[in-house]
């Protein structure tokens, strides 16, 4: 998958516009054939890809400026690379690894059914126990990877969950990958209301039925500020928040005092000209202030040494069926592209991955 028009939105006319601002479309990547990569040296091997993770951190990718210092930008006519994915060793030149072995990371994997890599102890890559998995490949791309690690840790790290607390949770960006699972860990933890804000009926539904959410809020239907009120008698303690904009200004002006927020991502402004975090209106900074919320950047990678240990825990509960998850999965490596747009869009439910080949 190649990058046609970093930072391009087209506009009515279908004229390209080079703007910071803007959805990602379609005409933004294609797909294009290319040689079967060779083994050149010694400690390489070559990877077939199997499924791809789609992550809206990506779309910072497709600014000149990503605006942090752990990722750059996709460069324009050159093959696109995410964070995560999985894939099967299909040759090797390194000692380590034989053909079959499957492997994972979710720092960098570049959008190709074929690629070619040095393995050396720096590398991310990891060798997958599918045993451990139960077979199910893609977890290392769900709960048991990045995603379940920043629902988890964020809950932990910012959430102050007081068991006895009898707290309730709010989630923005509910049904996603991280939003699913960050509501049904805060009531693993001891919330006793958890309430999901949402853009469909179909994912209010999901939330309320198949996870178990107390209620769930579609934003693009009725007022937030009165469904928040009926949902959340008694406050809101805990926001965990995936979008920011209106949905969490209005979220924030029903919060406790002493609460917290935990700042997970700002989906919202992705397609916006503006910082990360993006600035918040003065009278939700004066309530913030005025009730003592908490609002403090969380970042996975920054929790790294607690990694292994929260991987326990998320593995226990999605093994013993406790936490569940759902994937909503494209077709090919040529729809990639689209499977991004989709997901900025709200097309997914759960993790948004691209199955690209079976092993
Ligand atoms: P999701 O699976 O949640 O997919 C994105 C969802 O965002 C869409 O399905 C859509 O759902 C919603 N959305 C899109 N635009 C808007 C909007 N304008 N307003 C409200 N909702 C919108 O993605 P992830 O679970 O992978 O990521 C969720 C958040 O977590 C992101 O902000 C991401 O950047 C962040 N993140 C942060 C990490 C960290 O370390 N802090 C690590 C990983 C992710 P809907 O139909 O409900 O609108």
């Not at 040296?41 to 779309?59: C, F, H, M, N, W």
């Not at 303690?237 to 969490?248: A, K």
């Not at 929260?310 to 593995?315: R, T, Y």
Request: glycine fraction near 10%; include cysteine.
């Amino acid at each position: 998958i190649i990058s046609t028009m970093q930072m391009t939105n087209m506009d009515n006319d279908h004229i390209p516009k080079y703007s910071v601002n803007g959805e990602p479309v379609l005409d933004n990547f294609y797909c294009e054939e290319c040689l079967y990569p060779e083994l050149h040296q010694d400690g390489e091997v070559i990877i077939k890809t199997l499924y791809l993770s789609v992550d809206p951190a990506l779309r910072c990718r497709m600014n000149e400026s990503t605006g942090v210092d752990y990722i750059g930008p996709w460069e324009v006519g050159k093959p696109v690379s995410g964070f995560g994915g999985v894939g099967k060793v299909v040759e090797s030149r390194n000692a380590s690894y034989t053909p079959g072995d499957l492997v994972e990371t979710a720092t960098g994997w570049p959008w190709k059914s074929y690629y070619s890599v040095v393995l050396d102890e720096g590398s991310d890559l990891r060798k997958m126990d599918t045993a451990l998995l139960g077979g199910r490949i893609t977890l290392p791309l769900t709960v048991l990877g990045l995603i379940g690690l920043t629902s988890y840790l964020g809950v932990m790290e910012k959430g102050h969950i007081n068991q006895d607390g009898n707290q309730t949770m709010v989630v923005s960006g509910a049904a996603g990958a991280c939003g699913s699972l960050a509501g049904q860990i805060g009531r693993l933890l001891g919330c006793s209301r958890v309430v999901g804000i949402c853009g469909s009926e179909e994912k209010c539904q999901f939330l309320t039925r198949d996870l178990s959410f107390d209620a769930a809020i579609n934003y693009k239907k009725g007022d937030i500020t009165e469904e928040l009120k009926k949902s959340c008698p008694n406050g809101v303690d805990i926001y965990f928040d995936n979008v920011g904009g209106d949905i969490s200004d209005t979220v924030i002006s029903q919060m406790n005092p002493n609460s917290h927020v935990i700042l997970c991502g700002q989906i919202a402004v992705y397609n916006k000209d503006v910082p990360y975090p993006p600035p918040i209106p003065t009278h939700t900074e004066t309530i913030l202030q005025k009730n003592n919320i908490t609002r403090e950047r969380f970042l996975v990678l920054n929790y790294q040494e607690k990694f292994t240990e929260a991987m326990q825990q998320l593995a226990q509960w999605v093994l013993q069926g406790q936490l569940k998850y759902r994937e909503t999965i494209a077709e090919g490596i040529e729809k990639a592209g689209e499977a991004f747009v989709s997901m900025m869009r709200g097309g997914n439910i759960g993790k948004q991955l691209v199955h690209v080949a079976d092993p």
